[in-house]
């Protein structure tokens, strides 16, 4: 199986940035696709991007785009959240998430993942 550790989160002000990392071990290569989602106290997990390792194809929450960017380095088998200009509302605990079987979910949905970090949090302070 494939196992994901998060990495990078913590506390920043208002406008600045953090990156995220994902560190998949264990039987990478039966991962199709990896996504990051993000939950917020009293809300639903909700997705925030994804990229496909194949040919990596990204995908993107609309509100994120141009502030967060999805990357890997397939050497290192981590994927990376780029978050710049952040917000108070960016606030959450950030989980990577693996898809190694078929789905016939698309990116953007949590039931297309099988596999998940234990999450990082990520607070903005105003």
């Known amino acids: 199986q494939v196992q994901l550790v998060e990495s990078g989160g913590g506390l920043v002000q208002a406008g600045g940035s953090l990156r995220l990392s994902c560190a998949a071990s264990?039987?990478?290569?039966?991962?199709?696709?990896m996504g990051w989602f993000r939950q917020a106290p009293g809300k639903e997990r909700e997705f925030v991007a994804a990229?496909?390792?194949?040919?990596?194809?990204?995908y993107y929450v609309d509100s994120l785009k141009g502030r967060f960017t999805i990357s890997r380095d397939n050497a290192k088998n981590t994927v990376y959240l780029q978050m710049n200009s952040l917000k108070p509302e960016d606030t959450a605990v950030y989980y990577c998430?693996?898809?190694?079987?078929?789905?016939?979910?698309?990116?953007?949905?949590?039931?297309?993942?099988?596999?998940w970090g234990q999450g990082t949090q990520v607070t903005v302070s105003s």
């Open positions: 998430a693996a898809r190694t079987a078929y789905s016939a979910d698309s990116a953007y949905n949590m039931n297309s993942y099988n596999t």
């Open positions: 264990g039987r990478t290569f039966i991962s199709t696709l």
């Open positions: 990229l496909t390792l194949s040919g990596g194809r990204t």
